[in-house]
C-alpha cells in the first residue's frame, strides 16, 4: 500500500485557483445526511468517517450531482455511459475566463458576456455554471443525439432557456459554421434582448448596450466591426487519437500509479481522429477568420505532450496575444491556451497561482559598508529612493522590523539608459566649468544643486503669479473658474524621498523603526490605484514584487516577476540599476 501511495503524484489543491470554492474538500458526511441517492454508494469506518468508491461510476455521478444541487442550485441529470465532469476542474477553467474577461472588461463596456462552448456534454456543466454563478449568455453545440437531448433537458430543468441555446452540429463542425451561421446570431441575440427587457425598468430608455445589440444585429457591417459579438469561446476537446491511447495513457510514465478515479465517457466524448491536437489544430485555424467576432479564443489542453505541438500551430496564425495557464485540482493537472487577434489585451497578466510559485526571484544582497545602520527599514529607505527616482508605483502590503514587501508597477521604461544619461549629466557640467576637473558625485552634486536654485526660482515666480490669478478670481463672480475647466488630478502618485523618511539620522531611524514603517505604510496606501487598462489610460509595462528580509544576519532584496510587456528582461534591468547605485551612486 506505501508502494501504491509513493506512486501517486502529489495532490495539487494548494494550487488550485484562489476563488474556487473546492479548495477545501466538501464534507462527504454532509452530503450523505442529505442526499439518499450520495449514501447509498458511501461507506462508513470505526471512526464514523465517511469514504466513496471512487472506482464505481455511479458514485461519481452521485457525488457530481449532489454537489451541483448543494453548492449552486442547479439540478442536473447525467445519462448513464457519459462522462462525469468533475467541477474543481470546471470551475478553475471558468474562474481563469473570469480573470480574462476582467483584462475585456477595460476596453469593452458591456452588460452580459455571451460565451461559446465548444460539444457542452450531457451535463452542459459549463454553461449552466456560467450563467448561474457569473451572469453569462451562452451559445452551445453538441454533435452526439443523446447528449444534446440530454443538455436541453438540463437547460429546461433549471429554467435557463433565456440565457442559454444549444445547437446541433455535425461532427467535424467546431467554430466557423456555428458562428456564422445566421440563426445563431439571431438566437444569441434574442437572448440578449431578453435580458435586457427583464432588467430595463419600465419607461426607461434602451441601454446604449441593448442599441448596440440591435445595430449588430440589423447590420451585417455592424457585426464585422470591432465590435465583437462573442466575448470568448470554451472547449474541453477529445483527448486520444483512438481507444487503445485512452487505456495506454496511465502507462506512459514510469511509477505514476493507477488513477484514483474510474474514467468516464462514451467514445465519441473521449476520442477524435488525430487526437486533441488534430482538434485545436481546426479550431486554431477558424479563429483566424473569425477574428471580428470573437475576442479570446479558449481550449483546454489535457496532455502536456501536446503543449509544444499547439504552441507551433498557434504561431502559424500570428495573434496579437496568447497565454497558458495550469489547472490543478487533487492529483490531476490540465492545461488552459487562451489567444486573441485584439492588440489591446495583454492575456500573459493572468498569472496562474503555480506559475507564481515557480518563478525565481532575482536577488541582491545589502553590503553592511554602504548603509549607516544595517536594519530593513534603513534599506528600504534606500530602496525607496530607488523607486522614486525610476517613477514606478508603489504599494506596501507588509511591513514588519526584519521584512518589508511591496507590490510595484511600471508604466514608462524609466531604467534605461541609465549610463548615457550620466554621461550627459558630465558633459553639461564640463560645459558649464571647462577648465575644473571633478568626480561624478560633485558633478552630480553641482547639478542638484543647480536643478534646486532653478526650482526656487521657478517657485518664486509660480508665488507671484498665483497671488496675480488669486486677485483676478476674488473679482469674478465665484460660480466661474478662471479656465473654464475642473483641473484634474494626475493618473497616478509617486513615492518621494520625503514621503519615506529618506535623509533621517541614523540615530533617529534605529529609535523609531516601527514609526518610519507606519508612517510610509500610511503614505503608500493613500495613492490611488491609475485606471491602467482604461481607453486612454496608462498601460502596465512591468509588475512585480519586492521582498526586503533579513535572515541569519544578512538583509537580501528580491525581486519577483509578475507579469507586463517589459518580461523578466526589464526586471532584470532594474536590478542591474540597483546594483550599480549601490557600486557608484548618483541620485
Not at 460565451?115 to 454563478?133: E, N, W
Not at 430543468?157 to 456555428?178: A, R, Y
Request: hydrophobic share 35%; glycine share 6%; net charge positive.
Amino acid at each position: 500500500m506505501a508502494a501504491k501511495e509513493k506512486g501517486r503524484p502529489p495532490k495539487l489543491n494548494q494550487f488550485m485557483h484562489p476563488r474556487n470554492p473546492y479548495r477545501t474538500p466538501p464534507s462527504f458526511k454532509k452530503l450523505a445526511m442529505q442526499y439518499p441517492e450520495f449514501r447509498a454508494h458511501c461507506t462508513y469506518d470505526l471512526s464514523g468517517k465517511v469514504h466513496l468508491d471512487f472506482k464505481n461510476c455511479d458514485a461519481l455521478r452521485a457525488l457530481t450531482t449532489c454537489l451541483l444541487d448543494q453548492d449552486f442550485g442547479l439540478k442536473v441529470d447525467i445519462p448513464d455511459g457519459r462522462l462525469v465532469p468533475t467541477l474543481p476542474l470546471r470551475l478553475n477553467y471558468l474562474l481563469w475566463l473570469e480573470d480574462l474577461m476582467t483584462l475585456s472588461a477595460k476596453t469593452d463596456q458591456k452588460c452580459t458576456r455571451i460565451g461559446v462552448d465548444v460539444g457542452t456534454g450531457s451535463a452542459c456543466i459549463y454553461p449552466l455554471l456560467a450563467a448561474k454563478q457569473f451572469g453569462w449568455s451562452m451559445l452551445c453545440t453538441e454533435a452526439d443525439e443523446v447528449n444534446y437531448e440530454s443538455a436541453v433537458n438540463n437547460v429546461k430543468k433549471n429554467s435557463m432557456q433565456d440565457e442559454i441555446f444549444i445547437k446541433k452540429v455535425q461532427e467535424n463542425i467546431i467554430l466557423k459554421d456555428v458562428l456564422d451561421d445566421k440563426t445563431s446570431l439571431a438566437e444569441i441575440t434574442a437572448l440578449q434582448a431578453k435580458e435586457e427587457s427583464v432588467d430595463k425598468p419600465q419607461g426607461s430608455q434602451d441601454s446604449p448596450c441593448k442599441a448596440e445589440m440591435e445595430h449588430e444585429t440589423n447590420d451585417k457591417k455592424g457585426m464585422e466591426s470591432s465590435n465583437y459579438i462573442f466575448d470568448f469561446t470554451m472547449c474541453n476537446p477529445p483527448f486520444f487519437g483512438s481507444e487503445e491511447d485512452s487505456h495506454t495513457m496511465n502507462k506512459s510514465k514510469k511509477d505514476r500509479g493507477e488513477p484514483v478515479s474510474v474514467p468516464t465517457g462514451a467514445v465519441q466524448e473521449i476520442v477524435t481522429s488525430g487526437g486533441e491536437v488534430a482538434f485545436i489544430t481546426q479550431m486554431i485555424e477558424e479563429s483566424s477568420h473569425l477574428k471580428d467576432k470573437v475576442r479570446i479564443f479558449t481550449t483546454l489542453i489535457g496532455t502536456k505532450a501536446d503543449i509544444k505541438k499547439v504552441k507551433q500551430v498557434l504561431a502559424t496564425v500570428s495573434p496579437a496575444h496568447s497565454s497558458f495557464t495550469e489547472f490543478c485540482q487533487g492529483r490531476t493537472m490540465r492545461w488552459g491556451l487562451a489567444w486573441t487577434f485584439d492588440p489591446k489585451l495583454q492575456l500573459n497578466q493572468i498569472v496562474s497561482k503555480k506559475q507564481m510559485t515557480n518563478t525565481k526571484p532575482m536577488v541582491m544582497l545589502m553590503p553592511r559598508s554602504l548603509l549607516n545602520a544595517y536594519s530593513v527599514p534603513a534599506a528600504w529607505r534606500m530602496v525607496a529612493k530607488w523607486l522614486h527616482f525610476l517613477k514606478v508605483k508603489v504599494r506596501v502590503f507588509k511591513n514588519t522590523k526584519y521584512f518589508v514587501g511591496a507590490h510595484v508597477r511600471a508604466y514608462k521604461p524609466t531604467w534605461l539608459h541609465q549610463r548615457r544619461k550620466k554621461r550627459e549629466l558630465d558633459r553639461r557640467n564640463k560645459a558649464v566649468n571647462p577648465n575644473e576637473e571633478f568626480s561624478v558625485e560633485e558633478a552630480t552634486e553641482k547639478h542638484q544643486s543647480h536643478k534646486r536654485s532653478k526650482d526656487e526660482s521657478e517657485e518664486g515666480q509660480e508665488e507671484s503669479t498665483h497671488e496675480r490669478k488669486k486677485q483676478r478670481v476674488f473679482s469674478e463672480p465665484l460660480n466661474q473658474s478662471t479656465n473654464g475647466s475642473e483641473e484634474k488630478p494626475t493618473p497616478y502618485q509617486m513615492i518621494s524621498p520625503n514621503d519615506s523618511g529618506i535623509g533621517n539620522s541614523p540615530d533617529k531611524e534605529i529609535c523609531s523603526n516601527s514609526e518610519f514603517l507606519k508612517q510610509i505604510s500610511e503614505k503608500l496606501h493613500k495613492q490611488k490605484e491609475p485606471h491602467v487598462h482604461q481607453a486612454g489610460g496608462l498601460e502596465c509595462i512591468l509588475r512585480f514584487n519586492v521582498h526586503l528580509k533579513q535572515t541569519g544576519g544578512l538583509i537580501s532584496l528580491e525581486l519577483t516577476y509578475l507579469g507586463g510587456s517589459a518580461g523578466k528582461n526589464g526586471l532584470a534591468q532594474i536590478l542591474l540599476f540597483m546594483r550599480n547605485q549601490l557600486t557608484n551612486p548618483t541620485i
